[in-house]
């Protein structure tokens, strides 16, 4: 198929080549010039598992551009995938979305053959329906669902595992205007995923509110299993990662996301809490358990605070290894860690930062919290307590006894995932949040 990408960051730019590697053609358009530049050049622009590989293997059926109007007229299909930021209220701007309609808009009033948009960034409940739809109708004098089709497509995916999670879905979530368009999306999925995914196909308000409350509802089982780790970090003996694995095998409930922790972060849980609390509001109604799992996404980064200033206080030092709200990825937006962060250097703290990719890739917003280590062995120096935030793979084979030797006298090591659980420390007193301690 000719498909176009509107909007080349981190998911569309991956979208794009997964597409053009399995053999469809494909037109990348982003209004950054600069970034067309790049791509043109055969230089990759986003830090993405994989990318720069498949741009490379399918650079004969893919082009970029910053013209809309080829994007359209060479196409029978058109993603956008634009930013959706969040309001203060808690609601998403459709501007951006917006922007691109009016952009295709004279090309798609031009174009003879029918022609399927399909919004891919994450809105709220009611746009496509309510805003889209008699945009694109005014705006081309045409009759969606015969000249055209709308379709809500959002994905479902982890930043650092995007091209894996885009071709192995679990789902493919489809709102349609009309069941040509989505049987046609449905083959343009067929053709490319690599395993047997559901096709959740249905109207659009139906899939807006689905693409909201799978986020919430995911974010509702962490909160769970992170509210378990409080209860069993103050229980002696209890061990959360025992009882999870049990209640992970209760095929009602499954193992994903039942690992007690830190919390959740990143660009998509968290506004999708609020977003979901917000549409509830607009309709008179008041939700319960979705703002109760960002309470307790809240209340974890007030514990660990306060077991770290109990512990060794100001100002330190103390060592954070891992700022990055989850591994793959150097993305701190809305990272527990990082919020743990800014608040020990708030308070008085000397901290030293290590993390795989954000020290170097976020350095911007960690450079006046504390030091920003190249190693875990240079932010171990000297320190008081050592904490490991994120579960980065490179943290469960470090050298503890280097650590050790490197570290203060009496050192804490707070273990938020358990990553060094069983180790023998000859310096370190291990504290693994979720293992049974009747003190702290």
Known sequence: MHISVIGLGKLGLCTAACFAVKGHYVVGVDHNAEHIVNLNAGTCPII????????????????????YAKAIHETDITMIIV??????????????????????????????????????????PGSCETVFLPLLQNL??????????????PEFIALGSVIRDFLNPDMILIGASDTYSADTICKLYESIVENSPYYAIMNLINAEITKLSLNCFVTMKISFANELASLCHSTPGADVDIITKALGADSRIGPKCLKGGLGFGGPCFPRDN???QHYATSKG??????????????????RLFNMITKLVPPPGPVAILGLAYKPGTHIVEESPALHITKRLHTAGYVLRLHDPLAVQLASQELADLGVLCGNPYEAAEGVKMLALMTQWPEYASLDWPRIEQVASPDPWLIDCWRIARGISFNKFSYLGLGLGNSNL
């Open 285 to 302: 109604l008041t939700l319960r358990l979705s703002p109760a799992a960002s309470k307790v996404n809240i209340d974890i980064v007030d």
């Open 48 to 67: 993405e598992t994989k990318l720069p590989e498949l741009l490379n293997r399918s650079k004969n059926n893919i082009v970029f551009t910053t013209d």
């Open 83 to 124: 930013p959706t930021p969040s309001n203060p209220d808690g609601d998403f701007s459709n501007a951006a979305v917006e922007a691109v309609l009016h952009e295709i808009g004279q090309p798609l009033k031009e174009k003879d053959s029918f022609h399927i948009v399909n919004i891919v960034s994450t809105v709220m």
């Open 140 to 153: 081309t004098g045409k009759i969606c669902g015969k000249d055209f089709g709308l379709i809500y497509n």
């Open 274 to 276: 609020r977003a979901m």
